[in-house]
């Protein structure tokens, strides 16, 4: 069965550092990953996605991911937050076929400190 | 905007009661997926469909029924509700399934 784990449930960071949150799945086959933002109130944003080919993937707000099948990650990093960053993230795992569901890590709180 | 509309933003209902939830996918989307988002258990999928069918069910409780009619909107109906069942509740669309698109959610509170 197809699971995600996030290891960290809130993360603080100081405004500028670097950014590292921690994504790990369970599946059979090549994954397709995703990760989500969500912010107060708010519906989920995809930041960006993993289908195939290379394995370093740029998303949007500066965001980037790197996808490593032999450690089962998908790590989400940013050189620089800003504290409009601050918000819920969340890894997702998909199966790849048209018509299934993703399923969502519990997500990582993270908070930007001045 | 993700162009996936959800009503209505906020429901407080009370305990026994039964509401139904709508849900607008994106223009030209045939799926539609019902999540439920609680404190204690995350982002949970509850049920899919695909062009007016169900696809795929996820940890959906028998209180709990959708339907996605021909315009392809969706209804998740919640009935016999719980304290319990107070959730924030997505929906989310796609063309082809792995890429979703949320709408802003329907929080429900069950008093």
């Known amino acids: 069965a197809q699971s995600v784990t996030q290891p960290d449930i809130h993360i603080t960071v100081s405004e500028g550092a670097s950014l590292e949150l921690r994504c790990n799945y369970s599946y059979g086959a090549t994954p397709y990953l995703f990760w989500y933002v969500q912010s107060p109130g708010q519906g989920l944003q995809l930041l960006l996605k993993?289908?195939?080919?290379?394995?370093l993937v740029q998303g949007i707000k500066g965001f980037e991911a790197e996808f490593k099948r032999s450690q089962s990650s998908f790590n989400l990093r940013k050189p620089s937050v800003h504290w409009s960053d601050a918000a819920e993230y969340f890894c997702a795992v998909g199966a790849g076929q048209a018509g299934t569901a993703l399923i969502f890590g519990k997500g990582t709180t993270l908070s930007v400190s001045s | 905007d993700s162009g996936v509309t959800q009503t209505p933003k906020h429901l407080i209902t009370a305990t026994g009661q039964r509401v139904t939830l709508r849900c607008s996918p994106r223009s030209g989307d045939l799926s539609v997926y019902w999540y439920q988002q609680s404190l204690d258990q995350g982002l949970q999928f509850l049920i899919q469909y695909y062009n007016g069918e169900e696809r795929a069910k996820g940890n959906i409780l028998e209180r709990f029924s959708a339907q996605q009619f021909p315009d392809l909107h969706s209804e998740l109906n919640l009935s016999s509700l719980e304290l319990g069942d107070s959730a924030l509740y997505f929906c989310?669309?796609?063309?082809?399934?792995?890429?979703?698109?949320f709408g802003n959610g329907t929080r429900l509170t069950v008093t």
């Open positions: 989310a669309s796609s063309v082809r399934g792995e890429l979703l698109h």
């Open positions: 993993y289908f195939s080919g290379d394995t």
